[in-house]
């Protein structure tokens, strides 16, 4: 199954994140498939987040799951649950 979730970049007490779809078996900063954007929670203006939202609709359209963070962080960005259903939808060519 895909995920969407973040890998740790960045050096020592000033940690940046990798919005990534990867294989869920994969260890967090191992393989990847496609990294989707990145976040840095230290910036001090928005946004903190930066991403490709046609890839990040995408892969979720395609029926991969965000992690907690990730979906927290695309709500806030505007994607949100019931969104990725209709994608889901759209990628699967059924209608509501």
Not at 4 to 16: A, I, S
Not at 17 to 40: K, M, Q, W
Not at 64 to 82: C, T
Request: glycine fraction near 8%; aromatic fraction near 4%.
């Amino acid at each position: 199954m895909v995920t969407l979730r973040m890998t740790r970049t960045g050096r020592n007490k000033h940690v940046t994140f990798r919005l990534v779809a990867c294989d869920s078996r994969s260890p967090r900063d191992g393989r990847h498939i496609e990294i989707l954007g990145h976040y840095d929670p230290h910036k001090k203006e928005d946004p903190k987040l930066t991403f490709n939202k046609e890839r990040v609709e995408h892969w979720l359209g395609l029926g991969a799951q965000p992690s907690l963070l990730v979906s927290n962080l695309l709500r806030k960005q505007g994607i949100n649950g019931k969104t990725t259903r209709e994608l889901r939808q759209k990628a699967s060519g059924k209608r509501a």
